[in-house]
Nanobody, 124 residues
Framework: VQFEESGGDLVQPGGSLRLSCTSS????????VGWFRRAPGKEREGIGC????????YSSHTAEGRFTLSKDSDKNEVYLQMDSLAPEDTAVYYC??????????????????WGEGTQVTVSS
């Protein structure tokens, strides 16, 4: 299963950006939705996870205090709010099922789970 990311942009240092994750095929509430990024020259890394909704409750985890996760179940979307962005946050950002567990740094899954990602560039 693949999710679709959007919302990437060029932003100045110190700025904010909200990325969206959605799917046209499955309900995101049924999955642990991980957020990942791949910076230039680096391996893909996990940066947060929105847990699946169970009995109308869910939890979220992020690796950075500057990042916040939320979801809109009616829209079938999960959001990654990023504040105080710095040049080192420049990367392609992805959302994908956190099949190895939902944590602040989920392990990127191997296999056909990846969409195209969305580019975030932090530069003045």
């Amino acid at each position: 299963v693949q999710f679709e990311e959007s919302g990437g942009d060029l932003v100045q240092p110190g700025g904010s950006l909200r990325l969206s994750c959605t799917s046209s095929r499955v309900r995101l509430d049924d999955y642990d939705v991980g957020w990942f990024r791949r910076a230039p020259g680096k391996e893909r890394e996990g940066i947060g996870c929105m847990a699946q909704t169970v009995a109308q409750t869910y939890s979220s985890h992020t690796a950075e205090g500057r990042f916040t996760l939320s979801k809109d179940s009616d829209k079938n979307e999960v959001y990654l709010q990023m504040d105080s962005l710095a040049p080192e946050d420049t990367a392609v950002y992805y959302c994908a099922p956190a099949i190895h567990g939902c944590s602040a740094r989920p392990i990127p899954p191997r296999g056909p789970y990846w969409g195209e990602g969305t580019q975030v560039t932090v530069s003045s």
